[in-house]
């Protein structure tokens, strides 16, 4: 059974960093894609980031460009958000996101589409303070 388990939400001040850690198990790691997505209260869930294995591809929303690193330990079978110079507006709970199996060319207008995936992880709630 292919399970994702986030890890890495707290509490920060604005201007500090975070970086969150999705261990996935249950598949291959070779064909598949990733999403980052977070949700605040009454808002819809929103696209953060994503990676395609099969071409190398990756994507970040507007909102995070510059902030937000996605990176795959292929080794571990983990991916990370690396999230630098948050802000009060980033307060949301992440969600990591596979798609499986999946070989092929995408781009942000799938990857960023929560319904594209088949696979969540339970969350994890990031703060930011003012």
């Known amino acids: 059974e292919l399970q994702l388990v986030e890890s890495g939400g707290g509490l920060v001040r604005a201007g500090e960093s975070l970086r969150l850690s999705c261990a996935t198990s249950g598949f291959t790691f070779d064909d598949y894609a990733v999403g980052w997505f977070r949700q605040a209260p009454g808002k819809e869930r929103e696209g953060v980031s994503g990676?395609?294995?099969?071409?190398?591809?990756?994507y970040y929303g507007d909102s995070v460009k510059g902030r937000f690193t996605i990176s795959i330990d292929n080794t571990k079978k983990m991916v990370y958000l690396q999230m630098n110079s948050l802000k009060p507006e980033d307060t949301a709970v992440y969600y990591c996101?596979?798609?499986?199996?999946?070989?092929?060319?995408?781009?942000?207008?799938?990857?960023?589409?929560?319904?594209?995936?088949?696979?969540w992880g339970q969350g994890t709630q990031v703060t930011v303070s003012s």
């Open positions: 996101a596979v798609k499986y199996p999946f070989w092929g060319i995408s781009g942000p207008r799938h990857m960023s589409r929560p319904s594209w995936y088949n696979y």
């Open positions: 990676y395609t294995k099969s071409d190398d591809n990756t």
